[in-house]
């Protein structure tokens, strides 16, 4: 492999890690600060990229308004979500989320099944991300996939602010170390949760509406983001923001170069990735850091 | 299921259980030489392949509704399994149309690895199977009886034919893709046999696992190696991405793109400009204008509303093959080794064209080559006429 193809390889690798983590930080948000396993997250992906493509029409060429008002309507969708549903799972065992949460992606499944149908679906790239510039010589690297990384890293820039560096950021920090002495000096911690999960349903329907031009949109395309989401907030370590980034970033480049030099056990690479880091370090790369 | 602690049943109690079933099953017999022929569907009615059952369900009635709803002379009375294209309750479902039904021929299905527990569970039951869609080479290889037959085509098929069209192009040097899995590899592996016996090379085969559709890693392998030509298997969601990311690459200006007629079949809307012109083969073509063909979507679209395709075809083609059958037995099913074995000599007089079947059980096809243009694949010839396949590993 020479240098070009080389840097070509790595730069796939970071947008593939890029976007996994777009979809994972939303994950390990929920499932390190409020403890639930929450195997419906693929199905909020799934419902960002639906969301993408029902949306698309009424929007046309306001793409990045697009982007905004179905965040909003997937924040919304997930604050009700938690009032509804995941606020009686707190204090339950592990078990009974898996039970419920599984639950509602068959509930996702069929109500997408019902609304939009069967049918695989393409969505279009905005006019003016159309296209791509010359790389390599012979291949072109689409405009689209540039703007989706620099989105992604927009974004984690974001999250680790408000986490960081923000009073709200402190509050959920607070909250997810010692829940009972949060609410003891007066915060409210239900209201604290339901924002968090809103913010994580969020993320992830994000990360689907950025990705469905890429993938298109087709039955059952929450599944397989939501094995490689837990395998990247396995690695990263549970409730860890840089810890997920590192991951994503790791599976994104175990992943690329494990289909091009190992074709056959590409599949096998990150897995052995997760449990290579797991042997090393059992509670993942970064402990939780608040 | 966990088994109850029982009181065994004393010897006499026994033999009176024996009795009464010996005179039921008696009983059962007679009804079947007079009564309706039974018909079991174990298809996909739900998930992501339930328009695919529907589609293949339809066709067959509406044969069965063409020869006056009779077969033989015959009533037919149809059960229904919804086999969820899940392998792992696949041989519980079957059962149940052959051990709780008792259907005297099986129909089913899209999934192939429900359709190799099919062949399992229809050998071991001497049941009479037909197959709709399912392409796995083993049913018709090394599973092969005289009772399992395919009214589709075995994923070698369509292979074979692209590699042939690729081949006469004067490409030399190939590149493949496919998900690593049965169909995946099968297809692939028709490919290579005939393009390289037409004096081309396959020099790298690239896969990845299934459903996975990243294929960015992939598609910069193939600009760095530039073969002449790339040749793709994929279906359903994964086709599209894969062919809107092979143009989004700027490939398809530079390495042309052939693929099995799966690339590009359902999913032409969805895959909209980055599909336009491809080449693909397969044992159907949308607007193949024939006077069969066209007769037969005219019914289909004024019986169901809808227009037919390729899997609608497979299901109308498996109930003329039971048709036949039945009809050179007079519909008495239980001269079976004359029902099979004119099952076996006919001459189906498909929509897709005339076909005969194999000694394996299989359709032995003329295979077109269509090119994706608007949202129809478009006939563009025949890629290979009379094409069979070789049926290795099967003994019969």
């Not at chain 1, 179905?70 to 799972?89: D, P, T």
């Not at chain 2, 369509?158 to 297809?187: C, D, F, H, L």
């Not at chain 2, 396949?389 to 019969?396: E, N, S, T």
Request: aromatic share 12%.
């Amino acid at each position: 492999m020479d240098l070009p193809i080389f840097l070509v390889q790595c730069l796939n690798a970071v947008q593939y890690g890029l976007l996994l983590f777009l979809v994972a930080s939303g994950l390990t948000l929920i499932f390190g600060i409020m403890g639930v396993i929450n195997l419906a997250h693929g199905s909020f992906y799934m419902i960002g990229a639906y969301l993408a493509f029902v949306l698309a029409p009424y929007f046309g060429e306001w793409y990045l308004t697009k982007l905004l008002v179905g965040v909003a309507l997937s924040a919304v969708f997930g604050f009700v979500l938690e009032w509804l549903f995941f606020s009686f799972l707190y204090q339950r065992e592990h078990l009974q989320q898996v039970l419920m949460t599984y639950a509602l992606i068959l509930v996702f499944e069929e109500a997408r099944s019902l609304l939009v149908g069967n049918d695989v679906h393409g969505v279009v790239t905005p006019e003016w991300l159309a296209g791509g510039f010359q790389l390599g010589g012979l291949m072109s690297y689409p405009w689209y996939r540039v703007f989706a990384s620099v989105a992604c890293v927009l974004i984690a820039l974001g999250l680790y602010f408000v986490v960081n560096r923000t009073r709200l950021g402190m509050m959920i920090r607070a909250g997810a170390s010692n829940r009972d002495m949060a609410r003891g000096l007066g915060l409210d911690i239900k209201l604290l949760y339901r924002i968090v999960f809103a913010g994580g349903v969020a993320l992830a329907a994000l990360a689907g509406m950025i990705a469905a031009p890429l993938s298109s949109v087709y039955p059952g395309m929450g599944g397989s983001v939501l094995i490689i989401c837990f395998v990247v907030v396995v690695i990263g370590g549970i409730g860890s923001i840089t810890g997920a980034l590192i991951a994503s970033l790791l599976v994104g480049f175990v992943d690329t170069f494990g289909k091009v030099f190992f074709a056959e056990y590409s599949g096998v690479g990150v897995y052995l990735l997760m449990a290579v880091v797991l042997v090393w370090r059992p509670e993942g790369l970064m402990k939780r850091a608040y | 299921m966990r088994l109850l602690p029982m009181r065994l049943p004393s010897r006499s109690k026994l033999s009176l259980v024996a009795a009464a079933f010996c005179a039921l099953a008696a009983v059962d017999a007679q009804a079947q030489a007079t009564g309706p022929i039974k018909v079991g569907f174990m298809l996909p009615y739900t998930g992501t392949y339930a328009s695919l059952g529907n589609m293949i369900e339809s066709g067959f009635k509406l044969y069965v509704q063409e020869q006056g709803g009779k077969l033989g002379g015959r009533e037919i009375q149809y059960f229904k399994v919804d086999d969820e294209s899940e392998p792992s309750k696949a041989t519980d479902n079957v059962n149940k149309l052959i051990k709780r039904d008792q259907v005297d021929v099986l129909v089913g299905t899209v999934h192939s690895g429900v359709a190799l527990a099919m062949a399992k569970a229809a050998k071991d039951s001497n049941t009479l199977l037909i197959v709709p869609n399912a392409g796995a080479d083993a049913i018709t290889g090394p599973m092969c009886g005289p009772n399992i037959l395919r009214s589709s085509f075995s994923n070698w098929q369509p292979g074979y034919s692209t590699g042939v069209v690729a081949a006469q192009k004067g490409y030399k040097r190939a590149m493949t893709i496919t998900w690593n899995y049965a169909a995946g590899s099968e297809t692939v592996k028709g490919f290579t046999e005939a393009f390289e016996k037409g004096g081309g090379k396959v020099m790298k085969d690239l896969n990845l696992p299934f459903p996975n559709v990243e294929f960015q890693a992939l598609l910069t392998e193939i600009a760095a190696q530039k073969p002449d030509v790339v040749f793709a298997f994929f279906a359903g969601g994964g086709a599209v991405k894969f062919v809107k990311d092979y143009a989004a690459a700027g490939l398809n200006k530079s390495i042309p793109l052939f693929g099995s007629g799966f690339l590009t079949d359902g999913t032409l809307e969805a895959q909209g400009a980055a599909a336009q012109g491809l080449f693909t083969t397969l044992h159907y073509a949308d607007n193949l204008d024939t006077p069969r063909n066209n007769a037969f979507r005219k019914s289909f679209a004024l019986t169901y509303k809808a227009q037919a395709d390729v899997y609608a075809v497979q299901g109308y083609d498996a109930a003329q093959m039971l048709v036949a059958g039945v009809n050179a037995v007079k519909g008495d099913l239980s001269k079976r080794d004359a029902l099979t074995a004119a099952m076996h000599k006919v001459t189906v007089d498909s929509p897709r064209g005339k076909f005969t079947i194999s000694a394996a059980g299989n359709p032995v096809q003329d295979m077109y080559l269509r090119q994706a243009t608007g949202n129809n694949n478009e006939f563009r010839g025949v890629a290979v006429k009379a094409l069979a396949d070789p049926a290795r590993g099967c003994k019969l």
